[in-house]
């Protein structure tokens, strides 16, 4: 139990939905916890939201209420301001004048940190406070207090993630049934697994500003959501699925960061890994982040991406670590990571990878000749060609993998291939990611 002499830390929140109410209910069930443990007295002092009913299903005293988040970060008393409304307006009004105050800033906000955490940063280090965003990056997985205090001995390498729960739970669920997208998806949003409207998920974004926000503080070089090359899994079918079980595969949607000697590789689109990889085990709407470093060699943080308590959980943490200093009279370290751009970002044309493509070809003799003529005139090599079953209406799916491929020259043969006579579509490109080059660059034992 703690005996020193300690102030209360007064929280304002800003949105009451799933996560602000979480965070409510986390901190008011273990106050007495974290006062005897921690010798924090944490009180919410503003609870900002839309309907004023939500303060009596949370148990918030009314008289805290408001719908006006000025109220909030211009309050004099407030020392942490917590911003759970998402999106980037009023967010980035909030943040600006919360950190103009002098009050420092807890954020699950992956869509405006994504975007402008240099900006955010900056302005914190101006005014002598700190932004801190665990729950921005996976949900409730601890993953940027990792990379940023127990790996910091290391130079990463590689950042691999299932970091989007939807898109995994879809992913895993044409897997085991082998149903297609559409079906899963209108599934998922009946179940209420996906969004109404589910483009943020599905086609890469909410993925791509997680790979953002992880690649810029474990690499020390700014890497915004722009710089990720996006790919969402509208078009992965069951076929390919069933294709690359058959092959040795999973399909997942990962988010991909690495540190190469011509800049950072990041990226966001479905892979094929190998079925005994540990990303490939992890299903449902589970996330999972694989990190690299160079001593550590491999590691892998597992949990729950989102969700109310889980995601209040990192949200709670980062509270407490602003809280111990100051309920002790002590001020936290003022925000010190520059996010300056010190590395050049990778073009996803430069990637070098094996690939898997998938073409609805008419099913008759000679069919197949400039397919292959286009894949030699392009200068790649073909390791591996499959004929499906026919697709019924004159045409089949046929399925070539390539040895190791630029991406430049893939997506020019298949311009080529989607112009032939005989070629019906270019169904399907999927890189095969090659995981084992995850880990160059990891020291060897002596
Ligand atoms: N919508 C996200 C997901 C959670 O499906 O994982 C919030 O980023």
Redesign the pocket.
């Known amino acids: 139990m703690h005996s020193t002499q300690t102030r209360t830390v007064n929280v304002g929140l800003i949105g009451l939905g799933t996560v602000g109410g979480g965070t409510a209910r986390l901190i008011m069930r273990h106050h007495d916890e974290y006062l005897h443990a921690y010798g924090i007295d944490l009180k919410i002092a503003r609870a900002c939201g839309l309907d004023p009913a939500r303060v009596d299903e949370l148990g918030l005293d009314p008289a805290i209420f408001t719908t006006d988040w000025r109220e909030v970060t211009s309050d004099p008393d407030i020392d942490i301001v917590v911003e759970l409304i998402g999106g980037e307006h009023p967010a980035t009004e909030i943040f600006e004048a919360a950190l103009t105050s002098g009050k420092h800033m807890v954020s699950a906000n ?1 869509a405006l940190l994504g975007r402008h955490v240099e900006r955010l940063a900056a302005l914190a280090a101006e005014h002598g406070v700190q932004l801190r965003c665990e729950a921005a990056a996976a ?1 409730g997985i601890p993953v940027v207090n990792a990379l940023e205090h127990a790996l910091v001995g290391n130079n990463v390498l590689c950042i691999a993630g299932i ?7 879809i992913l895993s669920r044409m897997t085991a049934e082998g149903l297609d997208f559409a079906e899963v998806l209108a599934d998922a949003q009946r179940l209420g697994y996906a ?1 109404a409207d589910p483009s ?2 599905v086609d890469g974004f ?1 993925a791509a500003s ?1 790979v953002a926000i992880l690649s810029s503080i474990a690499f020390h070089t700014r890497v915004t959501t722009d710089d990720v090359y996006m790919q969402g899994i509208r078009n992965v079918s069951a076929d390919d699925i069933d294709q690359a079980r058959e092959l040795g595969y999973a399909i997942k949607l990962l988010g991909i960061a690495r540190w190469t000697s011509s800049g950072i590789d990041a990226r966001v689109h479905p892979v094929m890994i190998p079925r005994d990889h540990m990303l490939a085990s992890v299903s449902g ?1 589970m ?1 999972a982040v694989y990190v690299v470093g160079d001593a550590v060699g491999e590691t892998m943080f597992y949990g729950a ?2 969700g109310s308590f889980p995601t209040a959980s990192a949200v709670v943490g980062d509270i407490l670590e602003l809280a111990q200093p100051i309920a002790h009279g002590a001020a936290p370290a003022p925000e010190s990571e520059p996010y300056e751009r010190t590395l050049p970002i990778r073009q996803i044309a430069d990637l070098e990878t094996r690939y898997y493509i998938r073409l609805s070809v008419a099913d008759r003799t000679g069919a197949l000749a400039p397919v292959v003529k286009a894949f030699a005139d392009a200068g790649i090599s073909i390791s591996a060609v499959n004929q499906l079953a026919d697709d019924g209406d004159g045409s089949c799916s046929v399925v070539f993998l390539t040895h190791l491929a630029r991406e430049r020259d893939v997506e020019q043969v298949c311009d080529t291939l989607a112009a032939l006579d005989d070629v019906r579509s270019v169904a399907s490109v999927i890189r095969i990611e090659d995981v084992d080059a995850w880990l160059d660059g990891v020291e060897k034992n002596d």
């Open positions: 992956k949900g970091l989007n729960g939807t898109t995994n739970y969004e943020a998920d909410d997680k709407a996330n991406g989102a």
